[in-house]
């Protein structure tokens, strides 16, 4: 027979009002400890294999790390009491093992920038505090926010501005706008921003709040087609604005990975808005419509298809299967357990710190190590998840989902453009990649799912008692009061 499931702590409190519910805070603090752990660790193996000894930098960073998560702990405590225990480590964890990732990087081509007499510009440092200036915005957005339902106010700007950042980028000249043949960058003296990374956030934003508002219009069936009810005409409004959003994008930005997440997260928020599978089927039509126009029309996704179907066909050609090739013989050497930490070649790989920083894991920690890194992306989705439906508002379900849904999305499309499972794109591992704009907004993003695993897991606040109402003076009893004798001041007799 199978054990009953223990009770979670909203049960307990149901059926227990007056027992305190457990915030889990000494929970999320063993586990930080843990990935604190393994993170120094991963240092440690790095250093002893590239450098045969240990330095001072180890401690640096090591502290750094220690320091960072700590104010984030506490940050929690204070602002989200009752959130996940979970989130935190498991973004502290692979935010950790990505800067541990970089810095074995550094060391490559440190070492070989030496032997060819150049200079090389160490990207840990920059990644620590890229790491600190996304903490500054996950507290200012603990701060701020409240209480994530007051986010429904500002939908209709927070979709303005979020399509006119996504869309600046492509009105700009190339040389404000440009990199590696991407128009996704505002370039700014001595920084670049990537607007869609704070885009998509807004959009959700936009997004959940519209889906509240309008659910009723999409739930409505229009008319039947071999036995299948469509939607109507007039309610595929966001659907179409949200593919014609991802072809502009595809077309002046040339962007396949932004266009493919941000078409994905819609179509989920819509799906699980109305629970109809039809926008499902009527949306991947849509997409696959709009990838063989594409694919006819702009050279560059051709060419990505063509490094997707054979990397070793066009493994000379200028933008060609190179960076795909080197990357998949990576993943073999590394083959099921790796080479170690500090002892593969991940640095061969062209933007081995970046795009394709889960390749140079995958070598150095195998299969069973990516396995692992791709188990805590899963988690962290999953709990976010978990919260999101439960949840007391349609809001905060809707939102809470596709932000979840957005670190599955987008893991799967930059691993699986690695691994040659579809056609590579040009977007980040969350939390891993070296990179300023996807940290702050991927911080900015677990900063609202905490708030809404807050609202998920807080008690319910006790009702008030009401006070007895008075009964109207018209109806009022009237009671015959006696008036007592009054005892005269000085002689003591009666008045």
Same mark, same amino acid.
């Given at each position: 027979?199978?054990?009953?499931?223990?009770?979670?702590?909203a049960?307990?409190?149901?059926?227990?009002?007056?027992?305190?519910?457990?915030?889990?805070?000494?929970?999320?603090?063993?586990?930080?400890?843990?990935?604190?752990?393994?993170?120094?660790c991963?240092?440690?193996?790095?250093?002893?294999?590239?450098?045969?000894?240990l330095?001072f930098?180890?401690?640096?960073?090591?502290?750094?790390?220690?320091?960072?998560?700590?104010?984030?702990?506490?940050?929690?405590r204070?602002?989200?009491p009752?959130?996940?225990?979970?989130i935190?480590?498991?973004?502290?964890?692979?935010?950790?093992?990505?800067?541990?990732?970089?810095?074995?990087i550094?060391?490559?081509?440190?070492?070989?920038?030496?032997?060819?007499?150049?200079?090389?510009?160490?990207?840990?440092?920059?990644?620590v505090?890229?790491?600190?200036?996304?903490? !500054?915005?996950?507290?200012?957005?603990?701060?701020?926010?409240?209480?994530?339902?007051?986010?429904?106010?500002?939908?209709?700007?927070?979709?303005?501005?979020?399509?006119f950042?996504?869309?600046?980028?492509?009105?700009?000249?190339?040389?404000?706008?440009?990199?590696?043949? !991407?128009?996704?960058?505002?370039?700014?003296?001595?920084?670049?921003i990537?607007?869609?990374?704070?885009?998509?956030?807004?959009?959700?934003?936009?997004?959940?709040?519209?889906?509240?508002?309008?659910?009723?219009l999409?739930?409505?069936a229009?008319?039947?087609?071999?036995?299948v009810?469509?939607?109507?005409?007039?309610?595929?409004?966001?659907?179409?604005? !949200?593919?014609l959003?991802?072809?502009?994008?595809?077309?002046?930005?040339?962007?396949?990975?932004?266009?493919l997440?941000?078409f994905?997260?819609?179509?989920?928020m819509?799906?699980?808005?109305?629970?109809?599978?039809?926008?499902?089927?009527?949306?991947?039509?849509?997409?696959?419509?709009?990838?063989?126009?594409?694919?006819n +029309?702009?050279?560059?996704?051709?060419?990505?298809?063509?490094?997707?179907i054979?990397?070793?066909?066009?493994?000379?050609?200028?933008?060609g299967?190179?960076?795909?090739?080197?990357?998949l013989?990576?993943?073999?050497?590394?083959?099921?357990?790796?080479?170690?930490?500090?002892?593969?070649?991940?640095?061969?790989?062209?933007?081995a710190?970046?795009?394709?920083?889960?390749?140079?894991?995958?070598?150095?920690?195998?299969?069973?190590?990516?396995?692992?890194?791709? +188990? +805590?992306?899963?988690?962290?989705?999953?709990?976010?998840?978990?919260?999101?439906?439960?949840?007391?508002?349609?809001?905060?379900?809707?939102?809470?989902?596709?932000?979840?849904?957005a670190?599955? +999305?987008?893991?799967?499309?930059?691993?699986?453009g690695?691994?040659?499972?579809?056609?590579?794109?040009?977007?980040?591992?969350?939390f891993?990649?070296?990179g300023?704009?996807?940290?702050?907004?991927?911080?900015?993003?677990?900063?609202?799912?905490?708030?809404?695993?807050d609202?998920?897991?807080?008690?319910?606040?006790?009702?008030?008692?009401?006070?007895?109402?008075? !009964?109207?003076?018209?109806?009022?009893?009237?009671?015959?009061?006696?008036?007592?004798?009054?005892?005269?001041?000085?002689?003591?007799?009666?008045?």
């Amino acid at each position: 027979m199978s054990q009953p499931s223990p009770p979670d702590a909203a049960s307990i409190y149901q059926t227990n009002p007056q027992r305190e519910l457990p915030t889990r805070r000494g929970t999320e603090l063993a586990m930080l400890g843990f990935a604190a752990f393994i993170v120094t660790c991963a240092f440690v193996l790095v250093q002893a294999n590239q450098e045969q000894e240990l330095s001072f930098s180890v401690i640096w960073y090591g502290l750094a790390y220690l320091g960072l998560f700590a104010v984030a702990h506490f940050a929690v405590r204070r602002w989200a009491p009752y959130a996940d225990p979970l989130i935190l480590p498991s973004v502290a964890l692979l935010n950790g093992l990505g800067l541990v990732m970089i810095y074995r990087i550094d060391l490559a081509l440190a070492e070989r920038a030496t032997q060819s007499g150049d200079t090389y510009s160490s990207a840990a440092p920059k990644q620590v505090l890229f790491t600190a200036l996304a903490l !500054a915005l996950f507290l200012a957005v603990l701060i701020v926010v409240k209480d994530h339902r007051t986010l429904t106010r500002y939908g209709y700007i927070a979709g303005m501005v979020g399509l006119f950042a996504l869309i600046l980028p492509a009105i700009l000249p190339s040389s404000l706008s440009e990199v590696n043949g !991407a128009k996704v960058w505002i370039k700014l003296p001595g920084v670049s921003i990537q607007p869609g990374e704070f885009a998509k956030i807004l959009l959700m934003v936009f997004f959940a709040s519209f889906l509240v508002a309008k659910r009723d219009l999409f739930m409505v069936a229009g008319r039947k087609l071999l036995g299948v009810e469509l939607p109507r005409a007039r309610d595929l409004g966001p659907m179409l604005i !949200a593919v014609l959003a991802a072809v502009c994008i595809l077309m002046f930005e040339k962007d396949l990975g932004q266009s493919l997440l941000l078409f994905g997260i819609v179509l989920v928020m819509i799906y699980v808005a109305t629970e109809r599978g039809i926008w499902v089927i009527v949306g991947l039509g849509f997409f696959v419509v709009g990838c063989v126009i594409a694919y006819n +029309m702009f050279t560059h996704v051709e060419q990505r298809v063509a490094n997707w179907i054979d990397p070793l066909a066009t493994y000379y050609d200028a933008g060609g299967g190179y960076q795909m090739a080197q990357a998949l013989f990576g993943l073999g050497t590394g083959g099921v357990g790796g080479t170690g930490l500090g002892a593969g070649r991940p640095d061969i790989v062209p933007e081995a710190n970046s795009d394709f920083i889960t390749a140079g894991l995958g070598e150095e920690l195998g299969f069973i190590g990516l396995a692992a890194i791709l +188990m +805590m992306y899963l988690i962290l989705a999953t709990r976010g998840m978990r919260s999101a439906l439960a949840v007391r508002d349609t809001f905060g379900k809707l939102l809470g989902c596709g932000l979840s849904f957005a670190i599955v +999305m987008q893991v799967f499309v930059i691993v699986g453009g690695v691994t040659k499972l579809i056609p590579m794109t040009g977007i980040t591992t969350p939390f891993l990649s070296y990179g300023g704009s996807s940290l702050l907004a991927n911080y900015i993003l677990v900063a609202l799912l905490l708030r809404i695993s807050d609202a998920a897991r807080r008690p319910a606040q006790k009702p008030r008692p009401r006070p007895q109402q008075q !009964a109207p003076l018209a109806e009022a009893h009237t009671v015959l009061v006696q008036r007592p004798p009054v005892t005269g001041p000085e002689t003591g007799t009666q008045a």
